[in-house]
């Protein structure tokens, strides 16, 4: 049964398709969260799943693709529930707020499997770190989030900045995640009351910078972000072995 | 063999005890390296430093305890190599420069160490983590540092910013040594290209804070720095053990 990979005559749907994805996802999720992540086997996820191993592998490759499934599902979910807050508001703090507000959300059922898990996203080789060539996908989706965010408000940016603002509050957004990773008060409070105080800040550094006296600052900012942090992403990958690079370039062409 | 402690007649001399208790460290560190970290048993680091198990548990209480200590090392040897640039410039940009360069010279023997051991310390519950209760010590003399590259500098600060901005510079080098963890560079030069760029930023963030108009952004982030980030320490307590909480209140008595 383990070659057994659904075709379309087999499935009958894409809908059945989607449904033994999600179906499989789900049941890994739990998995990690009962045994850990290091632990639990893909043979164990499709014999809990009900599918054969083969069919487990078609929809995903690897763990770690079941975990960058799970990082795509939420970034799903969460563009979608912040349509309501960015088509109401214009004010930035509002808008950023309410985006922030939203992830915590929708990731609320999973902060004890990200607390447990948090040991291997931080890791800088693993391609499930948030600075990772693999997770370039996500981490777009994101930034384009935050232009929204951006485009959408009152707030008046100076050119220089326009491109690397978003990637700033991308940056945000992951001091909030790790602040959340942290976070033992009830329903994650602390995290909410941390984000009803930085966007405001966020927002007002975003409307300072449109001052002269604070134009060098911002362009070193701008610059150290440039040229240090978003390759980073690129030092981690320098590293990894010759053939997780391949695959990466590969997946690229 | 096993509970021969070293007792003053039997090690006839401080010096003694000083030199056993590095060739445990530098025996740990070798065998963290080399096997890993969760691998390498108390009772393998002292056969290897040719020590009873005992007289190794002497010295260090648990393998966390061989990390501390090395934490110690590195801050007290990082401390000695700053008093020249500290003694020398008055300039904050330089003196920042200096102190953090000086770090990354101490650290450079520990720099695959570091990338591997990155995890355990990255762990939110960890005892090892920057941010616990247990790294308290070399927090605060790290801080206390940072207190006295400001103090020797020409650099003006707003009184409300006097205790916060030495923390705020401890988070900025927290962010170094997160980069270095990442950096594949060859002698971490691109971390020293870092170093040698966000400090001059920083003294200009520090130098802005004068100007009125910056004044409310800098009382929300030192607000959001003492509110929020500096807790943080008790939150990672908050989960951990009850027996491991008894065992830090105890230090402290």
Same mark, same amino acid.
């Given at each position: 049964m383990?070659?057994a ?8 749907s894409?809908?059945k ?9 789900e049941?890994?999720?739990?998995l990690?969260? !009962? ?7 893909m ?5 809990e ?13 690897s ?6 499934g799970?990082y795509?599902r ?10 309501d807050?960015?088509?109401?508001e ?13 992830w915590?959300?929708?990731a609320a059922?999973?902060h ?14 693993s ?11 996500p981490?777009?989706?994101t930034?384009?989030?935050?232009r ?12 220089e900045?326009?491109?690397l603002?978003?990637?700033?509050? /991308? ?8 602040? /959340?990773?942290?976070?033992r008060?009830?329903?994650? !409070?602390?995290t909410?009351?941390?984000?009803q ?10 409307d300072?910078s ?5 134009r ?21 990958a320098?590293r990894?072995p010759?053939t997780a690079?391949?695959?990466t370039?590969?997946?690229k062409?």
């Amino acid at each position: 049964m383990d070659d057994a990979v659904p075709t379309e005559k087999a499935s009958g749907s894409l809908a059945k398709g989607e449904q033994t994805r999600t179906l499989i996802l789900e049941t890994a999720l739990r998995l990690f969260q !009962e045994r850990g992540y290091d632990k639990t086997t893909m043979r164990a996820i499709a014999s809990e799943a009900g599918v054969s191993v083969g069919n487990a592998y078609y929809y995903f490759k690897s763990k770690e693709h079941l975990i960058q499934g799970f990082y795509d599902r939420i970034g799903e979910a969460h563009a979608a529930a912040v349509q309501d807050v960015l088509a109401r508001e214009t004010d930035l703090a509002a808008r950023l707020e309410g985006v922030l507000l939203a992830w915590l959300d929708i990731a609320a059922p999973y902060h004890e499997f990200a607390a447990q898990f948090f040991k291997n996203a931080a890791d800088p080789n693993s391609p499930l770190s948030p600075f990772s060539p693999e997770s370039e996908e996500p981490r777009e989706a994101t930034v384009e989030l935050h232009r929204q965010v951006l485009a959408g408000s009152k707030a008046a940016l100076v050119p220089e900045l326009r491109e690397l603002m978003p990637q700033l509050m /991308w940056l945000h957004q992951m001091g909030i995640v790790l602040y /959340w990773v942290f976070d033992r008060t009830e329903d994650c !409070e602390r995290t909410r009351r941390l984000v009803q105080r930085s966007s405001p800040m966020v927002a007002r550094a975003i409307d300072l910078s449109r001052y002269r006296l604070l134009r060098p600052l911002a362009r070193e900012v701008a610059d150290i972000l440039h040229d240090f942090i978003l390759p980073a992403a690129g030092m981690a990958a320098e590293r990894a072995p010759a053939t997780a690079r391949r695959k990466t370039r590969r997946k690229k062409d």
